[in-house]
T-cell receptor, first 110, second 113 residues
Framework: ELKVEQNPLFLSMQEGKNYTIYCNYS?????LYWYRQDPGKSLESLFV?????AVKQEGRLMASLDTKARLSTLHITAAVHDLSATYFC??????????FGAGTILRVKS | EPEVTQTPSHQVTQMGQEVILRCVPI?????FYWYRQILGQKVEFLVS????????KSEIFDDQFSVERPDGSNFTLKIRSTKLEDSAMYFC???????????FGPGTRLTVT
């Protein structure tokens, strides 16, 4: 059974600090997605990582994918309060079937 | 910007009743999906649909569930006889092609009493 594990599951950080969220998965895949979810809202696509070594950046967020290690990271640089949300990684295991991690609840304190 | 829409936003039903959740995917998208998220838990894949057929389905998607694209715009999820454990947020998603990012709708919160 495919496992997608995120850690940490909860992250409380100060504004201005840096941190990394990790997403490990247990099967071969070269497609991984990061989504953001605000409370009571839908999933907003952040990054699409389609190959080994892919790195994408948008504002204070940067995502990378290492398919050999079966690991993706979401790095937060100089966090701001507006980044507070739940972040999910999702692994495509074929046919666009996504398996989601449990999510990381991020709280940025001012 | 085109978006996926879902109706209703909240549906309350009694156990054993049938419900139909509706979605309008983005117009030029070809692949459609349903996911659910039980409160406070992770998002779970239910079913994918392409060319008027189910492509993939999960173990959750049993005989009580069905999907349909009754016309050129709507994509529906039917639960024949709801159970308490069907209470969740149901998200519809669509994508233009395989391996492209999926765009999610705002969700329908289903409450089964």
């Amino acid at each position: 059974e495919l496992k997608v594990e995120q850690n940490p599951l909860f992250l409380s950080m100060q504004e201005g600090k840096n941190y990394t969220i990790y997403c490990n998965y247990s099967t071969t895949s070269d497609r991984l997605y990061w989504y953001r979810q605000d409370p009571g809202k839908s999933l907003e696509s952040l990054f699409v990582l389609l190959s080994n070594g892919a790195v994408k950046q948008e504002g204070r967020l940067m995502a990378s994918l290492d398919t050999k290690a079966r690991l993706s990271t979401l790095h937060i640089t100089a966090a701001v309060h507006d980044l507070s949300a739940t972040y999910f990684c999702a692994v495509d295991i074929g046919g666009n079937k996504l398996v989601f991690g449990a999510g990381t609840i991020l709280r940025v304190k001012s | 910007e085109p978006e996926v829409t879902q109706t209703p936003s909240h549906q309350v039903t009694q156990m054993g009743q049938e419900v139909i959740l509706r979605c309008v995917p983005i117009s030029n998208h070809l692949y459609f999906y349903w996911y659910r998220q039980i409160l406070g838990q992770k998002v779970e894949f239910l079913v994918s649909f392409y060319n008027n057929e189910i492509s993939e389905k999960s173990e959750i998607f049993d005989d009580q569930f069905s999907v349909e694209r009754p016309d050129g715009s709507n994509f529906t999820l039917k639960i024949r006889s709801t159970k308490l454990e069907d209470s969740a947020m149901y998200f519809c998603a669509s994508t233009k092609l395989v391996s492209y990012e999926q765009y999610f709708g705002p969700g329908t919160r289903l409450t089964v009493t």
